[in-house]
């Protein structure tokens, strides 16, 4: 559905991605994930025809979208990091807007409005919203056309808890439209929550793609453990196997060799240790370390 065919993106003297390859299939959420300054935006936008690779093709449902943008940019829908809307209209007439745009999704219009939570506030100024409204209205007009593609950037980022459930809910519930979705999100939670498959950006270059299953498998070689010191200790001994550090503690990936070794080093100065369940952010300290 979605092909990244040695694709590199530069801004000058800087690359943004470098020979970016990836393939996206029918129907799936793909969640990509990186720090910042890896390159997610940069990559979406791509995707999007918003921005125009220096290198390489973008293949979307069949076709070069450097080829047939207008085409192509019909089947799209994109949500971005921060999305700007107008707000002197009322939801409705916003979303009426954007339909007329595209030429259809008039007749969607309430049927979005209950699935985003935004019923009963329809037909109000949108100057009157929240932030978190703002968003999941952003979020209902990025897809009034009914896009066969769908492209969210942080689509929960800085949201309160309770809206981001609701903005996650109705992500999840537009998978089982077997829509194909990329979401470019911070948070590993929602990746893992969401996601089919997860794609590890890292300087512009995939560094690791797989199920969030798939992903935490492969630390499982070594476990995983945390490990409190009763007082700051050297640790540079093992600090290739480090994870992250807390004041007196680390969390690092051991072989039970080591476990040995650091229980034989350290002695009385071990607090407590204790194996943890690997997760995705384990995963992402590892493949961007």
Same mark, same amino acid.
């Given at each position: ?112 409005? $209950?699935? @985003?939570?935004? +019923?009963?506030? #329809?037909?109000?100024?949108? %100057?009157?919203?929240?932030? !978190?409204?703002?968003?999941? /209205? ?92 009763? $007082?700051? @200790?050297?640790? +540079?001994?093992? #600090?290739?196997?480090?994870? %992250?550090?807390?004041?007196? !503690?680390?969390?690092?990936? /051991? ?35």
């Amino acid at each position: 559905m979605i092909t990244f065919d040695r694709v590199t993106k530069k801004f000058g003297e800087i690359t943004a991605l470098h020979e970016f390859t990836l393939t996206i299939t029918r129907g799936e959420l793909f969640g990509l994930v990186g720090p910042n300054g890896a390159g997610k935006t940069t990559a979406i936008r791509l995707a999007c025809g918003i921005l125009h690779p220096t290198s390489g093709k973008i293949i979307i449902d069949g076709q070069d979208i450097e080829k047939n943008p207008s085409q192509v940019k019909k089947k799209i829908g994109y949500l971005p990091e921060e999305p700007n809307l107008y707000t002197r209209p009322t939801a409705r007439e916003l979303l009426e807007y954007f339909a007329d745009l595209y030429g259809k999704g008039r007749e969607r219009i309430d049927e979005l409005f $209950e699935l @985003v939570g935004l +019923s009963e506030r #329809a037909d109000t100024p949108i %100057s009157t919203f929240s932030k !978190g409204m703002r968003q999941r /209205l952003a979020l209902a007009r990025s897809i009034v056309h009914d896009p066969e593609i769908m492209v969210f950037d942080e689509p929960t980022m800085g949201l309160d808890p309770a809206t981001s459930v609701k903005v996650r809910d109705f992500i999840a519930s537009l998978k089982k439209e077997e829509k194909t979705i990329i979401l470019c999100t911070h948070y590993m939670e929602e990746a893992d929550m969401l996601s089919d498959r997860i794609g590890f950006l890292n300087s512009g270059r995939i560094v690791s793609v797989g199920t969030p299953l798939e992903l935490k498998n492969t630390l499982k070689k070594d476990n995983i453990y945390e490990i409190i010191f009763t $007082e700051p @200790v050297d640790t +540079s001994g093992i #600090a290739a196997h480090i994870l %992250s550090r807390e004041k007196n !503690g680390i969390t690092a990936t /051991l072989s039970p060799q080591l476990v040995e070794m650091v229980l034989q080093e350290y002695g009385k100065k071990v607090f407590s240790i204790r194996s943890l369940t690997p997760t995705l952010t384990d995963v992402f300290l590892k493949v961007t370390e």
